[in-house]
């Protein structure tokens, strides 16, 4: 039994913090008939189905596919950097920060593995934690980068364009400094190279098989 608790723990780290942190938050906030109040339906009902589309549209393979196209033609690793960092910061706009991360690192790996060990021990560790970055700031452009945008754009009821101008100025100013990052942290592999994929991915293929 200990270990099956322990084992539930390790695999639901989140829920049981989250859990843990809620039943502290009752010695201080005592239940009563308001809590029902707290929950904020709305936004959960939007990012239910936000999440459901993004579940569709990622087991199509549709942003694999974007990210084959924009590789097919990189020669230098500060090219392929930049597409694989910058993937993140602009998908994360439409599809959440969470999204794009769990979509394009298991893809990046891939990528860098394509490559060699040489470019793999080089670029793995400055590519994942700039796509890590890339996909926290790239998602605070729109309400629906991330649950707390979406969170915060209801609570203001500001309109989407109105809340886009407040955040674009930040967002624009990470934009410039995450490619400039990325540029500098491919210095450190000059080989050239070429992506190559065995196996073509088609959206329209796996949409109607």
């Known amino acids: 039994m200990k270990k099956k608790l322990i084992g539930f723990f390790k695999r639901e780290t989140v829920l049981c913090a989250a859990f843990i942190l809620a039943a502290i938050s009752m010695l201080f906030v005592h239940p009563d008939l308001q809590y029902a109040g707290y929950i904020d339906f709305r936004t959960l009902s939007i990012l239910f189905c936000l999440m459901g589309v993004m579940a569709g549209l990622q087991k199509t393979g549709v942003f694999q596919w974007i990210a084959q196209v924009l590789l097919a033609r990189v020669h230098r690793a500060w090219q392929l950097l930049l597409i694989l960092v910058?993937?993140?910061?602009?998908?994360?706009?439409?599809?959440?920060?969470?999204v794009a991360l769990i979509t394009f690192v298991p893809f990046t790996f891939i990528v860098l593995h394509m490559l060699?060990?040489?470019?793999?021990?080089?670029?793995?560790?400055?590519?994942?934690?700039?796509?890590?970055?890339a996909a926290n700031l790239g998602s605070m452009l729109t309400p629906i980068g991330n649950p707390q945008n979406l969170y915060l754009y209801g609570r203001a009821g500001i309109s989407f364009g109105?809340?886009?101008?407040?955040?674009?100025?930040?967002?624009?100013?990470?934009?410039?400094?995450?490619?400039?990052?990325?540029?500098?942290?491919?210095?450190?592999?000059?080989a050239p190279m070429e992506v190559s994929f065995p196996e073509k991915i088609s959206p329209v293929k796996n949409l109607f098989p």
Request: proline fraction near 5%; charge should be positive; hydrophobic fraction near 55%.
């Open 162 to 190: 109105d809340f886009v101008l407040l955040m674009f100025p930040y967002t624009l100013a990470a934009f410039l400094l995450i490619t400039a990052w990325a540029i500098f942290q491919a210095r450190t592999y000059y």
């Open 116 to 133: 060699g060990p040489q470019a793999k021990s080089r670029l793995i560790v400055p590519t994942v934690v700039l796509q890590t970055i």
């Open 86 to 98: 910058l993937l993140c910061f602009f998908s994360s706009m439409l599809v959440t920060n969470d």
